[in-house]
């Protein structure tokens, strides 16, 4: 179970197990995550060669969308699921690839997401709790 309140997340202790929730960056970074079909975050926005950070949150933010994602180097993906945008799990290496539009910046890697919150308010409560 994983719980997150008004921006703020913290982790379940359950007899069986223990879900790390992500932890949001100053940037709006939430962690490195698994894809795979059906996709996690299920709207691709575009692919580019000039593909940043900024640039696939503006994309993002204009679509109305709270969640991006940079994925092989030059795809952004977006959604407003944040339960589906870490369903697939945490990819603690497969995060390693340059953005094609700036060198030093990471823009995920084969079926991983760099996932960041775009800043945009949720519609919904704040509340959110996952079942991974």
């Known amino acids: 179970l994983f719980y997150a309140t008004a921006g703020l997340s913290f982790a379940a202790l359950l007899p ?11 940037d709006g970074y939430l962690g490195c995550y698994r894809d795979n079909a059906p996709r996690a975050l299920p709207h691709q926005l575009m ?19 709270m969640y991006f994602g940079l994925q092989y180097q030059g795809e952004c993906w977006a959604g407003n699921d944040l339960c589906k945008a870490i369903s697939y799990g945490i990819s603690s290496s497969g995060c390693y690839l340059a953005c094609t539009g700036d060198g030093g910046q990471i823009c995920g890697g084969p079926l991983a997401n760099s996932l960041y919150q775009t800043g945009k308010e949720p519609d919904h409560p704040a509340n959110t709790v996952c079942d991974v």
């Open 16 to 26: 069986s197990c223990l879900v790390v929730a992500p932890m949001v960056g100053d």
């Open 47 to 65: 692919y580019s060669i000039s593909m940043t950070k900024q640039y696939c949150r503006d994309l993002a933010m204009q679509a109305g969308y």
